[in-house]
């Protein structure tokens, strides 16, 4: 897996070289229920377009996996001048299971149709050296590859963390924090490269979220509501921003890419008080980080008939901001409205004056709006990938199997949908781009090549 | 004096010992002269850790016999060429845009340290005439070095796109860990015909 001369074509100095780099012509999508990886054809030139061409089915055991978040072992990052691994490639994917605590190591090279998998990292194993459980989120970064956790091994309980990978033999090496100070729920995390900034976000603890969504825990505010900063250097946590325990589950994180910015998004599933999601912008002022609510989306009221036992208390259809995206440019941000069925994007030129710039409308709890094609969608929009080049925004409709049953109790056909992103704004669905997994369900897209949520860039412009 | 010279430009050539930190400050900061600030500390870190080997096997040899200092420095070289031959990619970890000065230095004397940069030069001390000289080797290893550093910085900042550079980065790391083992290598057959001449000595002495 090392080259000698010349660096892996896919690492990019800079998010601009990034955005004119060739597109995609695959996309890798988690599915579960069965646990397995796609591989879709996204090469509008191909004869095979918009069809699955691969398929890896995780092997069976005992539990399930629950695939969700997965990344690349090595991205950009590895250029950048302090620490540079030019010679590492771009081939593995790293495939947590959320569920089963493990963690598999997916060779895309060899043959990127045909994935196989080369390591499997063991629930035991992971526990015991890094004191984890429940890996999520996986950025490839510059010791290593670094991997968020939600639980601690061997509980339904906190702290959830960060540990890390080696990046050639992808040992696990051991939690990242030196001191967590007041940090004890994990999710999300990702950095400010050049200035040695660790970012990290809240969800809940397992017990609270794994057999479905605790509502009472949920109603007592017991979810996330903060975000953490650490050092990278030090790994010392230097401190917390509360968002206000209204706001819960303080989820996706979307760092500005242009390395020399210090601000960033998250996204804010609930307010308890009204049912509205939130994404925030967080930024640094006279060397301390504040955060700022710059857009909040509202439930819509429903007729308790229409809904789904776990909203009939409520009246109302939250809109369930779980997962947000940022176009390599920092020009365009997503955000997935699950519940509603509906995807937002908005022009963040200005990160604290977002302006709205299309909204259209997939599935969702009352309006089940079907795709163009006329195929019915189950659940709405969830994980959510944009194109390097910022022209395509792929989206699944899965959120987490024992919430899916929750809210949509009809069930979710999996399903991976493509939509064109005009280039000063505006969305179109492709009405030929309608990918069925069948009844397995999708979750997290990535694209070959690296997309809007994989890569650090160290270079500006 | 012209390995110490050679050892320079082969130092001062590697990315991972300074320029492309330079290279990268300068786009950074918008200002090309970041270049040459960044390279004085480089060089001054990286010359300190020269420096202490060398110190160290100049001591060693002035008040040890010269033979044992030789294997001891090829088993250093060899056990730590093949260290590095099979964890050639281990890098210290973060640094920052933000690092002063005193702090590039010791990014650069930590990063020339963990590579063995002054144990390359091991066996070029064991050679030399007298003492004096361990200060000069420093000296004109490290000039050699802030020159090719500031020749690569400023070709690759100038005439270079960074797209161009991509295509032409070779595998450094695995250059470094062979030349170590290289290093050793040499010190070792010094040594072997060290112990030959000498115990060839010996026979002639009995007969």
Redesign the interface.
Known sequence: MTKFLGTDPTFYPSAQAAMEAPPERLAYVALVKPDGLAVVDVDPESPSYSRVVGHLAMPASAEEDELHHFGWNACSSALCPMAPHPHLERRYLIVPGLRSSRIYIVDTKADPRNLKIVKTIEPEELMRRTGYSRPHTIHCGPAGIYVSALGAAGSDEGPGGIFMLEHETFQPLGRFEVDRGSQYLGYDFWWHILHDVVVTSEWGIPRHFENGLDVNALVAKQFGHKLHFFDARSRKHIQEVDLGDDYQMTLELRPAHDPTKLYGFVGVVTNVTNLASSIWVWYRENGSFKVKKVIEIAAQPAAAADLPAILQPFGAVPPLVTDIGLSLDDRFLYASCWGTGELHQYDVSDPFAPKLTAVVQLGGVISRTPHPSGERIGGGPQMLEISRDGRRVYVTNSLYSSWDDQFYPEGIPGALIKLDAHPNGGLTIDPRFHVSFGDARSHQVRLEGGDSSTDSFCFPG | MYTAILLGVFHGIN??MGW??A??LA??RKDRRELFRALVPITVGHAVSVALIVAIVAAARSTLPVLPIRYGAAAVLLLFGVYRLLRW?R????????LSRRELAV?SFLGATSHGSGLMLAPLVLDLPGGQNAIAVVLVHSAAMLLTMAGAAVLVHDRFS??RM??????F??IWALSLVAAGGLSLLAALSQTHGMSGMHGMHGG
């Open positions: 990315p991972a492309l930190f290279v990268f786009i950074y990619y890098h210290i970890a973060w640094a920052s845009v933000n990014w960074l797209a991509q295509k032409l980065w070779v595998n790391d695995l």
